[in-house]
C-alpha cells in the first residue's frame, strides 16, 4: 500500500471485481486480467482524484446496457483503450514525469512497470520486487533512490536548485551499499566500475529496465533529464502491455527476465 498512490482507485477498481463476479459471472482468470489493467489505468491517470465519486457514478451508468460477462470486459477495456491513447503515452505520461514529487501517479508505475517485468535493481542481480519488499518489512530499506547524477556533482557544474536536482527522472533504485559508494562522483567516473559487473546482455536489459540512454554518462543534464523521461513512458506502457494477453507488448523482456 505504501506505493499506491490513490486508494480511491483500489477501492473502486475492487467495486469493479465484486461486480464482474457477482452480477456478470465473469470467469475469475478473465476478470483478474480485466482489473488489473483496470486499476494500471486508473491509477496512472488519478481518475479518481478530482470528484471521484462522480466519476464513479459516470462508470457505473456505462454499465447499464451491459448484458453478460463478454459486454463488461469489452467495456473496460474500450475505457482503457480510449484513455491509453498514443499521445497519451508519449506527450501526457513524459511531462507528468518532469516532476520533484516523491510520490505520483506515474512514478508509482514506473516502479509497478519494473515489478510486472522481473526487473533488478540498478547494478544489482536482485529483483526489484525483493528489494522493495525488503524494505517495507526492515528499518533499513535494502533499495534507495539514487541521483544519477549526484547532487554534489550537479552543483559543481551549476545546477543549484532542487526543483532541477530532484527531478524523479535523476533518480534509480539502488542497494542502499551501492548508493553510499557512489556519493558524489561524476556520473562517467562511477559508471564503469558497476558496468564490470555485468555482461553486454544483462547490461542491455539493465539500461532498458532503468530507462538509461546509450552513453547517458556523457550527456547534458537536461538533455538527459528530457530523454530519459520518454523512456521512463516508454517503460510504463510496455509494463501495462506485458498485464494484456491479447497484447505481446513487453513480452521479450517479461519472458527473459522470468528465465534468470
Known amino acids: 500500500m505504501d506505493m499506491i498512490s490513490s486508494k480511491v482507485a483500489?477501492?473502486?477498481a475492487y467495486t469493479f471485481y465484486l461486480i464482474g463476479k457477482k452480477d456478470f459471472r465473469v470467469?475469475?482468470?478473465?476478470?483478474?486480467?480485466v482489473i488489473a489493467r483496470w486499476f494500471y489505468m486508473s491509477a496512472l491517470t488519478a481518475r479518481y482524484s478530482s470528484s471521484p465519486e462522480s466519476i464513479m457514478e459516470q462508470d457505473?451508468?456505462?454499465?447499464?446496457?451491459v448484458k453478460n460477462a463478454s459486454g463488461f470486459i469489452e467495456l473496460?477495456?474500450?475505457?482503457?483503450?480510449?484513455?491509453?491513447?498514443?499521445?497519451?503515452?508519449?506527450?501526457?505520461?513524459p511531462n507528468n514525469l518532469a516532476t520533484t514529487a516523491a510520490r505520483g501517479p506515474s512514478l508509482f508505475a514506473y516502479y509497478a512497470a519494473q515489478n510486472?517485468?522481473?526487473?533488478?535493481?540498478?547494478?544489482?542481480?536482485?529483483?526489484?520486487?525483493?528489494?522493495?519488499?525488503t524494505g517495507l518489512r526492515a528499518?533499513?530499506?535494502?533499495?534507495?533512490?539514487?541521483?544519477?547524477?549526484?547532487?554534489?556533482?550537479?552543483?559543481?557544474?551549476?545546477?543549484?536548485?532542487?526543483?532541477?536536482?530532484?527531478?524523479?527522472?535523476n533518480y534509480a533504485l539502488v542497494e542502499w551499499q551501492d548508493n553510499i559508494a557512489i556519493s558524489d562522483k561524476a556520473p562517467a567516473e562511477y559508471l564503469g566500475d558497476y558496468?564490470?559487473?555485468?555482461?553486454?546482455?544483462?547490461?542491455?536489459?539493465?539500461?532498458?529496465?532503468?530507462?538509461?540512454?546509450?552513453?547517458?554518462?556523457?550527456?547534458a543534464y537536461t538533455d538527459f533529464l528530457q530523454k530519459r523521461r520518454g523512456m521512463m513512458a516508454k517503460?510504463?506502457?510496455?509494463?501495462?502491455?506485458s498485464m494484456n494477453k491479447e497484447n505481446n507488448g513487453g513480452s521479450k523482456w517479461w519472458s527473459r527476465s522470468n528465465k534468470k
Open 76 to 93: 473496460l477495456n474500450k475505457t482503457i483503450q480510449d484513455t491509453f491513447t498514443d499521445d497519451y503515452w508519449e506527450i501526457t505520461v
Open 27 to 33: 470467469k475469475e482468470f478473465e476478470l483478474r486480467s
Open 139 to 169: 528499518k533499513k530499506s535494502a533499495l534507495e533512490r539514487h541521483h544519477l547524477f549526484p547532487k554534489a556533482y550537479l552543483k559543481r557544474q551549476g545546477v543549484l536548485e532542487r526543483r532541477d536536482i530532484n527531478q524523479i527522472a
Open 10 to 12: 483500489l477501492v473502486y
Open 235 to 241: 517503460v510504463i506502457r510496455d509494463g501495462f502491455n
Open 195 to 219: 558496468l564490470t559487473r555485468f555482461s553486454k546482455d544483462e547490461i542491455t536489459e539493465m539500461y532498458y529496465w532503468h530507462a538509461l540512454p546509450e552513453n547517458w554518462q556523457d550527456m
Open 60 to 65: 457505473l451508468n456505462n454499465l447499464r446496457d
Open 116 to 133: 510486472l517485468m522481473g526487473a533488478r535493481g540498478l547494478f544489482s542481480n536482485i529483483k526489484v520486487s525483493d528489494l522493495i519488499d
